[in-house]
């Protein structure tokens, strides 16, 4: 007996659209807490010379004299018509300002991302391969130490190494001045973020992968593959790193947002111009509809990643689906 | 006489026993530990003076004689600021960390005692999350309190880094309530926060020990992140992680020492609490590979 597939995309893609109404709602209203005045985003310095009637109307202006949950069923409505307002900070369509640099956090955030899952998943497996030699406790030592070292720091070494003294990378910003079309200056500018990016996150998956794939060595079907005349190299990827792959994989999908936030530090050590540094910006400057919609951004992609490991992880890992089911029969 | 008997009782091959492989006390690590703590407790009589004073007529000095770890843009004595900073650092790592624990041992043991509707609503709502980027939540948090101190950034750290923790506790404390202690507990009449303090804690103390020193490391490195991004400590706090936030104007001025010495203090310390961790974690048990 088999559960009805619609039913169960059905179900997480309710609990989707709950959860991103949800986060909106939490976001706008904790955001209302911040003590800092909107009207100081939009005016600049100009806000202190206003008299205190030019500021009521300016708050009018920009609805932000009614009442909270007012302008918040107003965001909503704007939004579900795909108009998240002005940025107070850039006087553009917020769409537009961040439409302008999500690109960069893409193409950083993405090579980031992939080179992180293949790096890891080949360290973990030559570890496990080669358990207890030298080089095994070489990588795992190196592992704790690059782990011990914040992702800001590493990016400041890196820059005084690197730019300061060898002068050989450039040390901020995605292109240089007037060379925006040019491949190979960008990818000069991203050696540096897209190496933190990786290194920060690098060795825990790598660790992760090498500890299930100890645990899956030590199965007993490990046995029956050696004593049916498979070789080491054949029984650890015919066999058990294709049991632990379903967990790594919607373990990566969950990775994710985890990535995206250590690509935030590393684009405002940088200043690279991509929504990390935005995002900061927004927060210090209070910019409300920025924040807003750079919060349902980050918070969407988090909650879509964690349902799609999720999916992953009950819907591709044969073990699991046939557990199910058989759970569904027994229960009628 | 059947088959059986003839041939005997062949006894089951016998796995090689299980080699508990402990792992060595890291001496090194709580001995390094050791003299940073107490340096930075010690910091009036080993850098006597006021770490804030500018010194402005030494601005941007390499290492010295008269400065051990040389001066920073704004003239002041990195060594003096490096002990009096690693009090601030030190006291945000243990008090959020307190904090955090705190919360994770009620909220765990709560769940782990509430019925069953309840405590698998009360674990979705830690998933939901744990799966947020805590330092995002961090800095979000941080802008909305507005002006930061050691206690405002403690209680943010505090009150986002119990997620884990819990679920530890509560996993234990469901294995843990139906025994025949907690049950005599609850007849005689006892309350909830004395069966946690009576019976359950000292039970999963141990299980959640090395989460909680990796709670001061996480804690410690937060702190530093957001003072340097400048959304943390105002340099006039000195830290570790506010004085990295001069690490920008270092670069121009190609002052290494003022990114590489309270760096290296930072990621000595906390390489120490990662090792003390581990050792804690003891590695569960370690069974010969099949391989």
Known sequence: MKRNPFAYYGKKLAVFFLSVLV????????????????????????????????????RA???????????YLRWLENAARGEFGISYQY?????????????????LGGLGFVLTFVGSLLLGVLCAWKEDSLLDKLLCRLGTVMSAIPEFWLSLVLILIFCVRLRWLPSSGAYSVGKAKDL?????????????????????????????????????????????GLS????????CLRNTLPTYISLMAISVP????????VETVFSYPGVGTLSYEAARMADYNMLMVLSMLTGVTVIFCNLLGQIINERIDPRIRAEEEREVARNG | MDDFTMVGIRPAEQRPPVRRARRQRPWLAL????????????APLIAPGDPGYLD?????????????????????????????GGRVSLFIGFFATLLSTVIAVVYGSASGIAAPWVDSGMMRLTEILLSVPDLLVVLFLQAIWGKASPVSISVIIGVTGWYSISKVVRTQVRQLRASEYVVASKAMGGGFLHILRQHLAPNFLSSIMFMVVMNVRLAIACESTLSFLGMGLPLETVSWGSMLSLAERALMTNAWWVILIPGGFLVALLLCLTEVGNWLRQSASKVESNL
């Open chain 1, 23 to 58: 986060l909106s709602a939490a976001v706008f209203f904790v955001a209302q807490l911040a003590p800092t005045d909107p009207l100081l985003a939009y005016y600049g310095e100009r806000t202190e010379k206003m008299s205190v009637e030019e500021k009521a109307q300016a």
């Open chain 2, 56 to 84: 402005l007529l030494n601005t941007s000095k390499a290492p010295c004689s008269q400065f051990p770890f040389g001066t920073d843009a704004m003239g002041r004595d990195l060594f003096r600021c490096i002990w009096h």
């Open chain 1, 61 to 71: 202006r920009l609805g932000l004299d009614a009442p909270v949950g007012v302008q």
């Open chain 1, 91 to 107: 006087k553009q369509s917020v769409t537009t300002v961040i439409g302008k640099r999500i690109g960069n956090t893409l193409i």
């Open chain 1, 232 to 239: 080491k190299r054949q029984i650890l990827f015919g066999h």
């Open chain 2, 31 to 42: 001995v390094v530990l050791g003299l940073l703590v107490a340096g930075c407790l010690a």
């Open chain 1, 184 to 228: 190979a200056d960008r990818a000069v500018h991203l050696i540096l973020p897209l190496v933190v990016v990786i290194l920060g996150h690098l060795w825990y998956y790598a660790y992760l992968i090498r500890n299930r794939l100890l645990e899956e060595v030590r199965a007993d079907y490990v046995l029956l593959c050696k004593s049916k």
């Open chain 1, 258 to 265: 985890h990535i995206l936030g250590g690509t935030y530090i």
